[in-house]
């Protein structure tokens, strides 16, 4: 399962932090934002979610940052399944936030279960 959580987190880790960077400065992300209804959340969304992907690396190195940086992501993505159901985007449009919540999920419950193992 090592393996498996590690390959996790690093997709993850890229994944958020090149979709982090693309809502900092594309143009059709921008426009997405404005279609979600939340303009003014475009830039904390991506500072949140390459802070999450710095974590997420850093966590091969202390473990509760991957901890947290997953928590945090998995709650980025709970709200992200909202705002899509909030302006009735088709299921096709939930299929990425979904499976990063299911991916951050399992990283956190992975890394959990790590630290308990310690105690």
């Known amino acids: 399962m090592n393996h498996l959580l ?16 693309t809502c900092l400065v594309s143009q059709r992300m921008k426009e997405e934002f404005v279609r979600y209804r939340l303009p003014k959340m ?5 500072v ?5 992907g710095i974590g997420l690396v850093a ?3 202390y473990p509760v940052c991957a901890l947290f940086a997953s928590l945090g992501l998995s709650g980025m993505m709970v709200v992200a ?14 299929l990425q936030a979904f499976a990063c ?19």
Request: proline residues 2%; aromatic residues 12%.
């Open 6 to 21: 590690e390959v996790a987190q690093a997709i993850s880790a890229l994944g958020f932090l090149g979709y982090g960077t």
């Open 42 to 46: 475009r830039v904390c969304t991506g």
């Open 48 to 52: 949140l979610q390459i802070a999450a």
């Open 59 to 61: 966590g091969y190195v």
């Open 81 to 94: 399944l909202w705002v899509r159901r909030s302006i009735r985007d088709p299921v096709s449009g939930f």
């Open 101 to 119: 919540l299911i991916l951050n999920g399992f990283v956190f419950l992975g890394y959990l279960a790590r630290m308990m193992q310690k105690i």
